[in-house]
């Protein structure tokens, strides 16, 4: 990174210490894809199975006479998204020219934001089914004051077969949702935990020489340095940003 703004060569930072860095980040960043390679490779069978139980639970809801899937955009835009902003990412990689950075930020940055975002639409699709719930209970509701009769003074309601059935397979469901949940939350903790050890200095370090060669340096190549970072630093606190949003619908549901 330092070699690509030309800083060192003004000593506008300790050459000794940033090669220091240099290589304790590379390090980093190849510790990093590989715990998070060796994670998914050792729990794939978790994600198989939540894959199935989020099935099975889709399945079992639409059982329901009175149930409809809610539509959320969110998934796909923020899909799409992601993609975008790691392909610009890399083309900006390419167009700087520098193996190293390609290796260093490339590759973990593309890594780490990929499992928030698979992280993140596992969420909004658990958010997606709760919704759907809560508006089919709603809709059970209505019809249940409808079907109100008089006995000697006290009100009844009348359920049929089919709704008391419905009612048990949403309470089934909404129990399974509510694991699911947390097997993800268990599977995605380690990795979330080991990228943001690896985030946080790496966009401090990246931000820090960025500014510093805004002010020191007037080399019009470094233009798409600046774009190529500022896309990384958008991208990583936008995973963290659509994260924790997810997370805060899914507690309120």
Not at 182 to 204: E, G, K, W
Not at 213 to 234: C, M, N, P, W
């Amino acid at each position: 990174t330092i070699l690509v703004l030309k800083l060192l060569d003004q000593n506008h930072v300790e050459s000794a210490m940033v090669k220091i860095i240099d290589k304790i980040l590379l390090m980093s960043g190849i510790f990093i894809v590989l715990t998070v390679w060796l994670i998914y490779v050792l729990q794939q069978k978790t994600i198989v199975t939540i894959l199935n139980r989020l099935y099975d639970v889709n399945n079992s809801l639409k059982k329901c006479r009175k149930y409809t899937l809610e539509n959320d955009s969110f998934v796909y835009i923020f899909g799409f998204c992601n993609f975008a902003l790691c392909f610009s990412i890399a083309t900006l990689e390419i167009i700087v020219d520098s193996k190293y950075t390609v290796i260093m930020w490339a590759v973990p940055f593309i890594v780490g934001t990929s499992v928030f975002a698979q992280y993140t639409i596992f969420l909004s699709i658990i958010v997606q089914f709760f919704k759907s719930i809560n508006k089919t209970i709603l809709k059970i509701g209505n019809l249940s004051s409808k079907n109100k009769i008089k006995v000697s003074f006290v009100t009844k309601i009348l359920y049929d077969d089919s709704l008391i059935k419905d009612i048990y397979n949403i309470n089934f469901d909404f129990i399974n949702l509510c694991e699911i949940s947390n097997q993800i939350a268990d599977f995605y903790a380690i990795p979330i935990l080991v990228l943001t050890i690896y985030f946080v200095p790496t966009t401090t370090y990246n931000l820090y020489f960025m500014i510093l060669s805004f002010i020191v340096s007037d080399d019009k190549s470094t233009i798409a340095l600046y774009f190529d970072y500022g896309i990384l630093i958008f991208c990583i606190s936008l995973s963290y940003a659509a994260l924790t949003t997810n997370v805060t619908r899914i507690t309120r549901e």
